[in-house]
């Protein structure tokens, strides 16, 4: 009689969904679990912390299009997840939250670690159960696991009572579930499509704007060909960067702010009108601007602002049938325009004050020169996970992306804290690949503290991640050390020294060799040159470069201030 555990269910019924990756801490009730996936040929790295696991989970659901599982143990172990199950939800990325709970018996007479998960995460996710006997487990998870990809992806919850993962069932009693197959792709209505295509035509200063939704959708191939045909500018969202590379002819990142203002018609891809883009609002938008909104998610049509043209269905699907329609109509926007003109000249003036904030070499250095040298000897085909402050906001228009999905930022709902565990998903699944790609995670001091444990982790699996702290001694800003030391004599330091104050010139290198991995003190540029090509060449283990910068460093003067104004 062939008999099998709840945790070999739950393991056999993840593969079978093609769910490869595992990303957990290990305890009672659920070590088991975690033994069974790699018994069943699922990827298993124990992590340091359940949000830093979550959020790992989490991003390779957004690289490969099928969730990474989060096991967590009960209680403080499920509730320390949820910040990664609230930020995948807010990305739209697919996570399965895989999670131990009390043994049914003893539900309400105050079991260890006892808590209302399925209750607690439905606010934070798709779907929440827990399946009600063994037999359903396969059932539940593939339900789980469809809920997490179809419709507007998120995340989702499977609750497992402690005593069902050793308990054991005949194999003939359950019942076998297939793979769920991917998303079906939905069009748009054809008179929707002709109608957007001529809005587009009627436009005198048109603008593409292309979000991680399209990059999420695998829409880079139709895009190229749309923006290449049409003869459109577009900008990408942070995470938009590299659907098409961000050196094409028709990207006008450098001109954000003024290609948002004086657009007419925007044509949205897979973005958002929320914090990120100002909610197409004036004064950052027209206020007559015409929306042509492509989205997955009916209920995202219209927020903040009329849709104009609402497009529902898979981004590159409708993309598609822009093309064909445009093709049709014999339409490209002229590249002669006093539209492109101008943009080419706020292009050209943004790059020359870019340039020369960017040779301005200083000791300490600022941020510009560093990400000047970092852009320079970075591979075309790295994936940039990005976090912090100025960090993230010069680093965005300073380091380039050339494919998609190879830049993973602090997202939709700013979170800080997400930068290692996204770096070693990426590198997880890069080293599943016959030719991988450097895993490149640029931090600020800050960010880097959220998770900085996460350096043993990527020491154990020998992960070649490079780590580069951006460090300016504290949130925003910080002081350098000799100001600290007087701060220290006036009293103690909680009365003080500033809130956004770090400690100054902390040794984050010396936390990556104590476990193994190379770390670089940096505070020149020939320095970071030198360590930044040694750590480029080595693939048997990972680096950290600590780039000590100017305290007092802050980023250029913005024409809008919105979220980067200070209250100092």
């Known amino acids: 009689m062939d008999e099998v555990t709840g945790a070999q269910l739950i393991a056999e019924s ?22 069974a996936a ?83 995460c439905r606010l934070y996710s798709k779907f929440s159960a827990r399946p009600s006997s063994l037999e359903a487990i396969p059932s539940v998870i593939e339900k789980a696991v469809r809920t997490s990809i179809y419709g507007r992806p998120g995340a989702v919850y499977v609750d497992i009572a402690g005593d069902m993962v050793n308990a054991k069932v005949e194999r003939d009693k359950v019942r076998d579930v297939s793979c769920c197959p991917p998303p079906p792709v939905s069009l748009a209505a054809s008179a929707a499509v002709e109608q957007a295509v001529s809005v587009l035509k009627a436009a005198k200063t048109p603008l593409a704007i292309i979000g991680k939704g399209a990059a999420y959708g695998r829409a880079e191939a139709a895009l190229r060909e749309f923006v290449e045909e049409t003869g459109l500018p577009f900008l990408p969202t942070p995470m938009g960067k590299g659907v098409l590379p961000d050196d094409h002819p028709n990207c006008v990142a ?61 981004v590159g699907a409708i993309v598609t049938q822009l093309l064909v329609s445009v093709r049709k109509h014999g339409w490209k926007y002229p590249a002669d325009t006093e539209w492109w003109s101008a943009l080419s000249e706020k ?13 301005k070499e200083t000791l300490p250095m600022n941020y510009y020169p560093v990400f000047h040298h970092i852009s320079q000897l970075l591979p075309r085909d790295c994936i940039i996970v990005s976090e ?25 709902f700013g979170t800080m804290g997400v930068g290692l565990g996204f770096a070693i998903a990426a590198a997880a699944v890069e080293r599943t690949k016959i030719k991988p790609q450097r895993v490149v995670c640029v931090e600020g001091d800050s960010a880097f503290g959220f998770s900085g444990m996460e350096v043993e982790t990527m020491c154990r699996y020998n992960l070649p991640v490079i780590i580069i702290v ?24 909680t009365s003080v020294a500033p809130p956004i104050s770090l400690l100054p010139e902390a040794r984050y290198d ?51 201030p919105w979220l980067t104004r200070s209250n100092l």
């Not at 079978?16 to 679990?33: D, Y």
């Not at 883009?277 to 909104?293: A, D, S, T, Y």
């Not at 930044?532 to 024409?559: C, T």
């Open 347 to 359: 292009i050209a003036a943004n790059a020359k004050i870019s340039k020369a904030l960017a040779l």
């Open 38 to 120: 790699q018994a069943a040929g699922i990827k298993y790295v124990g992590m340091r912390n359940e949000q830093a696991a979550c959020y790992a989970a989490s991003a390779v659901g957004y690289i490969t299009g099928r969730p990474g599982a989060c096991l967590v143990v009960s209680g403080p172990g499920l509730i320390h997840a949820l910040g990664g199950m609230a930020n995948a939800n807010m990305n739209c990325w697919p996570v399965i939250v895989i999670g131990g709970s009390s043994d049914r018996n003893q539900e309400t007479a105050g079991a260890f670690q006892e808590f209302p998960q399925v209750e607690a």
């Open 510 to 560: 010396e936390v990556m060799t104590a476990f193994g991995g190379r770390g670089f003190l940096v505070r020149t540029a020939e320095e970071l040159r030198d360590a930044l090509q040694l750590s480029l060449e080595d693939w048997e283990r990972p680096s950290l470069l600590n780039v000590l910068i100017d305290p007092s460093s802050d980023r250029k003067q913005q024409e809008f």
């Open 254 to 314: 450098a001109a954000r702010s003024r290609a948002l203002l004086q657009a007419d018609v925007v044509l949205l891809l897979g973005a958002r009108l929320n914090w990120m883009l100002h909610f197409g609002l004036p004064p950052r938008f027209n206020p007559h601007v015409k929306i042509v909104q492509v989205d997955l998610c009916a209920e995202e049509m219209g927020n903040n602002v009329k849709a104009g043209v609402a497009l529902l269905g898979d």
């Open 470 to 493: 951006v460090n300016n001694n504290g949130i925003y800003s910080g002081v350098d050390p000799d100001t600290w030391k007087e701060m220290a004599k006036m009293g103690d330091l």
């Open 388 to 412: 912090g402050a100025n960090t993230m906001d010069i680093g965005r228009t300073m380091l380039n992306n050339y494919l998609p999905r190879h830049r993973l930022d602090a997202g939709t």
């Open 14 to 35: 993840l593969k079978t969904q093609k769910v490869e990756f595992m990303f957990g801490i290990v305890g009672v009730p659920v070590i088991e679990v975690a033994m």
